[in-house]
């Protein structure tokens, strides 16, 4: 009998964008799946930081609930949200080629960044970084799917908000410097200086490690390099023991046979930088993410990570 793979998403239109792309990606292999969309809690509170929740995986544990009691048998996540440590049982099975990792300053005017400005964005790490670089800017937090967060641009007197590139390119809302969805209209610069999260840009499928099936047809959709350069940022990250509530950016990119890896931890003001350029060659990349995270440890970021912890448990 063949089955039929019933593939975990949330709701929103980027998430259903992205296990579509999975849906037909397995289709094309011969497989036969359905969409199995779920609200997760990160959805439904909009009125709180990610970072006062203390959820970890809040955008993921609905999904891995439902894997669990046998509602869905494969999720599909942007790989950012996911947490470095999976529940018990479920495995990591593909890291899809990886778009843009880029993050993306949305604007509705020209920006005069020598003045005063107000900035959204609801990640401690693009604040962070945004405010190193214009202490004299303000940074707001901002909520929501692409959509929700573009009209509160629009209807806000904020200068910019930040998104992430790559959600902005698959829902076809970015195209050149245009900025531009059914109900906004606008800019957009890609931030190149600013590291972004640990595997963003990446989608990941995971499955639970007994279910044969499902994660052999799910590894046919394997990037390698993908693969790679997210497990060593999130190595990175797992290391620094970040989550969602540190100022942590990382970014590995595969050059000829070697590796090229960027970190960094900042203080939530921006003030306190602490940073890693190094690169190792591909046969060796096991391991690279978690010594580049000892090295900003043992240079300053075991106090820094203890500090940044205090003032968000307040």
Not at 4 to 31: C, F, H, M, P
Not at 250 to 277: H, R
Request: proline share 3%; hydrophobic share 40%.
């Amino acid at each position: 009998m063949k089955k039929t793979i019933r593939i975990g998403t949330r709701d929103s239109e980027l998430a259903l964008w992205q296990a579509n792309t999975v849906k037909s990606k397995l289709e094309n292999l011969g497989y036969t799946t359905e969409l199995v969309p779920v609200k997760s809690t990160g959805d439904l509170v909009l009125d709180k930081p990610l970072y006062e929740m203390g959820i970890t995986g809040i955008f993921t544990k609905t999904l891995d609930v439902a894997m669990i009691k046998g509602k869905v048998d494969i999720a599909v996540h942007s790989m950012k949200d996911v947490p470095t440590q999976l529940p018990y049982g479920i495995v990591q099975t593909a890291v899809l080629e990886r778009a843009s990792s880029d993050d993306i300053l949305v604007t509705t005017t020209k920006i005069d960044f020598e003045k005063p400005c107000t900035i959204a964005t609801g990640s401690l790490r693009r604040q962070a970084q945004w405010l190193n670089r214009y202490p004299h800017h303000k940074v707001v937090d901002i909520r929501g799917n692409v959509n929700t967060r573009l009209q509160k641009l629009k209807d806000s007197d904020w200068q910019g908000a930040i998104f992430a590139k790559a959600g902005l390119e698959r829902l076809g809302f970015a195209n050149g410097d245009a900025i531009k969805s059914p109900s906004f209209t606008g800019a957009g610069e890609a931030l190149h200086w600013m590291l972004p999260a640990p595997a963003q840009g990446a989608m990941v499928v995971v499955a639970l490690e007994n279910d044969k099936f499902c994660t052999e047809a799910t590894s046919k959709l394997n990037d390698i390099r993908a693969q790679i350069c997210t497990h060593i940022e999130r190595e990175f990250l797992r290391t620094l023991e970040g989550g969602c509530t540190a100022p942590i950016g990382a970014f590995a990119e595969i050059i000829g046979d070697e590796v090229l890896f960027k970190g960094c931890l900042f203080s939530l003001n921006g003030k306190n930088k602490l940073e890693i350029e190094k690169t190792v060659k591909i046969t060796n990349y096991q391991e690279f993410g978690k010594k580049c995270a000892l090295h900003i440890l043992n240079n300053g970021g075991t106090e820094l990570m203890a500090q940044i912890k205090k003032q968000i448990n307040k």
